[in-house]
């Protein structure tokens, strides 16, 4: 079992839809982001949380520590917001690999005119 | 100046080829990742400088090897790559890199393909 599970794995909306794309994970935790992944490769970092909500825009992120569960939800979706969108969490662990980024395997979403 | 560069933007090399794979980033970040993205699949951590020493290594194969030769600059040095190894290789930087508010800025990566 992945430490990062998303869902759905794809996601095909119309415009002007509510979208939400939801995340759970296994480990313990320090930080969560959800980045964006357009074609061609460039990811940008749309929100990191450790607790509550943010807003961006259009974007809004909620964590639920102890339900260790976030959510990403896009208002008034737009064909631009088709992209791959990836939870990933910053780990507590200890060692080597403490701190660093455990990916989801993303949620693709298409936006239909 | 928020951008981490990457060049080249695709590179196509054969399995006898040496090639190295530049990244820049001029925002003071003391923190700089690679990772390889296979297709339809998320990035795997490869390496991570912290302050231009190599402190994280996840087990890549010698023929990828890293070069941090300033707090800006991060190449990856590439010799006798299998066809397997083409992927979309991603570069990274944060501030410091294992504090708990750090964000890790991405580049528009390099795609390889070995033939």
């Known amino acids: 079992k992945n430490e990062v599970e998303q869902s759905p794995q794809n996601l095909t909306a119309q415009e002007g839809e509510f979208i939400t794309i939801n995340c759970s994970y296994s480990v313990g935790i320090s930080a969560l982001h959800w980045l964006q992944q357009h074609p061609g490769g460039g990811i940008v970092s749309l929100f990191m949380l450790s607790s509550g909500k943010k807003k961006h825009g259009r974007l809004i992120a909620t964590i639920n520590i102890q339900e260790k569960h976030s959510s990403l939800h896009i208002t008034a979706s737009h064909p631009r917001d088709s992209a791959v969108y990836i939870c990933?969490?910053?780990?507590?662990?200890?060692?080597?690999?403490?701190?660093?980024?455990?990916f989801g395997k993303g949620t693709k979403l298409s936006v239909k005119p | 100046d928020t951008e981490v560069t990457q060049t080249p933007k695709h590179l196509v090399m054969g399995m006898t080829n040496k090639k190295s794979l530049k990244c820049e980033q001029h925002m003071g970040h003391r923190a700089m990742y690679w990772y390889k993205q296979k297709a339809k699949k998320p990035p795997e951590l490869m390496f991570v400088?912290?302050?231009?020493?190599?402190?994280i290594n996840e087990s890549v194969p010698s023929r990828f090897s890293p070069e941090c030769p300033n707090s800006s600059l991060l190449n990856l040095h590439l010799h006798a790559l299998q066809p397997e190894d083409s992927a979309l290789y991603l570069c990274?930087?944060?501030?410091?890199?294992?504090?708990?508010?750090?964000?890790?800025?991405f580049g528009p990566g390099t795609r390889l393909t070995v033939l």
């Open positions: 990274a930087s944060s501030q410091l890199g294992l504090a708990v508010t750090d964000t890790q800025y």
């Open positions: 990933a969490v910053r780990s507590e662990g200890y060692g080597g690999s403490q701190g660093n980024l455990i």
């Open positions: 400088y912290s302050y231009e020493k190599l402190s």
